[in-house]
Each structure stands twice: as structure tokens, then as C-alpha cells.
T-cell receptor, first 119, second 116 residues
Framework: AQTVTQSQPEMSVQEAETVTLSCTYD???????LFWYKQPPSRQMILVIR??????QNATENRFSVNFQKAAKSFSLKISDSQLGDAAMYFC????????????????FGKGTKLSVKP | GAGVSQSPRYKVAKRGQDVALRCDPI?????LFWYQQALGQGPEFLTY????????KSGLPSDRFFAERPEGSVSTLKIQRTQQEDSAVYLC??????????????FGEGSRLTVL
């Protein structure tokens, strides 16, 4: 079974600075998707960025970028020029591409990292 | 609607009561997922629907949990004889497509259940 581990329960960053959130995962599959989701206090999960395992190039979305190390099974999120609105819980998630005949679209989440942004 | 809508947003139940949580996915979305998120934890999968068919219910923690999506749109998660350990936020997510081509999951704001 696949697992996702986020080893940093809490992180803090100064406004305008850069912060990196860590994520490792365990799988025997060669192709899969990885995601970072943001969950503000309103509780609605918002997709931040997505990476397909077969793509070598690291995904980037504006101030958000990932460092995907497939051999090390590591998938960290870098937030540049941090803003107060970035404060939230961040969840790393894994999704299989295998056809098990059921819920292939299901996400397996880590426990999350609470990010605080200091003005 | 414009997004995934869940109701009620907050529910307080006495131990032993039955509760029903509703999810109204984005119109036309084929896939619907239910997750349980305990305090301070990540969401954990409960069950999955493709249209009206419940294809995976492997995450339901006990036979007190039951979900349905009879017409392939609105879904209801029912918990019978609630216990304190059922206290959590229940998240619903939908996607336009299904299977290995499942697209982005859109989440609702969740229903927070507190069992006293």
C-alpha cells in the first residue's frame, strides 16, 4: 500500500521569504501523480500544484514550485515570496494510475504541515 | 452549482443518534469521493461513487456507515448509532471524469460532526 509522510507538523516563514515543505512517499508503482493541497481555516481543499511521475521536469505554478526526486521518493513544495494568505495547512497527496477497477482517482494524503506566515 | 456544496456545515449529535450528511457535487461530475478528516490529521478515504454506482467502500470504518448516490448526483453519507470516535470533518470531493483519467478533485467545505 502507498503511504505519504510529512515530517514537519508546523513551519513558520517571514512574509516575502521562501519556505520549503517536505514530503516523502512509499510506493512500488512506477507511474503515479503527486499533489500539494492547501486547506485554509474555511476547510476547503484547494489544489496548489500537481506533478506526474513520468515527467522529469519539476512543476511550477507562479510562486509555488516542487522539487521532485523520484529515486528518493521525495516531493517538496517551495513557496517563494510568501504572503499572509499562504498561511494554511498544506497536504501532500499521492494518486495511482493503475487500473484496479475501483477508485483510481482516490488521493492518499499525508498528515499535513501547518504553515504560519509572520508579517 | 458553482462548487461542491455540503450540508450541514456543523452537526452536534448525542451518542447513539443517527446523522445524515449531504453532498451536492458540481453538476455533471461523474466521480464522487467521501473522506473523513480527524482533528490534526489528513483526510482518509471512505468511499467512492462513479455516477450512481458505489465502486469502492473499503474505507468505511464500520457497518454503521452507509453512503448512497441514487441518481448519480447528490450523495448522502449516513452514520447510524454515532460514537464519539466518529467526531471528525467529513469532506466530499467530485471530479468530472473517472478511473485512471480522473481529473482534478474539487472539494467541498466539509461537515464537522461532533458526537457528545
Amino acid at each position: 500500500a502507498q503511504t505519504v509522510t510529512q515530517s514537519q507538523p508546523e513551519m513558520s516563514v517571514q512574509e516575502a521569504e521562501t519556505v520549503t515543505l517536505s514530503c516523502t512517499y512509499d510506493t512500488s508503482e512506477s507511474d503515479y501523480y503527486l499533489f500539494w493541497y492547501k486547506q485554509p481555516p474555511s476547510r476547503q481543499m484547494i489544489l496548489v500544484i500537481r506533478q506526474e511521475a513520468y515527467k522529469q521536469q519539476n512543476a511550477t505554478e507562479n510562486r509555488f514550485s516542487v522539487n521532485f526526486q523520484k529515486a528518493a521518493k521525495s516531493f517538496s513544495l517551495k513557496i517563494s515570496d510568501s504572503q499572509l494568505g499562504d498561511a494554511a495547512m498544506y497536504f501532500c497527496a499521492y494518486r495511482t494510475t493503475m487500473n484496479y477497477g475501483g477508485s483510481q482517482g482516490n488521493l492518499i494524503f499525508g498528515k499535513g504541515t501547518k504553515l504560519s506566515v509572520k508579517p | 452549482g458553482a462548487g461542491v456544496s455540503q450540508s450541514p456545515r456543523y452537526k452536534v449529535a448525542k451518542r447513539g443518534q443517527d446523522v445524515a450528511l449531504r453532498c451536492d457535487p458540481i453538476s455533471g461530475h461523474v466521480s464522487l469521493f467521501w473522506y473523513q478528516q480527524a482533528l490534526g490529521q489528513g483526510p482518509e478515504f471512505l468511499t467512492y461513487f462513479q455516477n450512481e454506482a458505489q465502486l469502492d467502500k473499503s474505507g468505511l470504518p464500520s457497518d454503521r456507515f452507509f453512503a448512497e448516490r441514487p441518481e448519480g448526483s447528490v450523495s448522502t453519507l449516513k452514520i447510524q448509532r454515532t460514537q464519539q470516535e466518529d467526531s471528525a470533518v467529513y469532506l466530499c470531493a467530485s471530479s468530472q471524469t473517472a478511473g485512471v483519467n480522473t481529473g482534478e478533485l474539487f472539494f467541498g467545505e466539509g461537515s464537522r460532526l461532533t458526537v457528545l
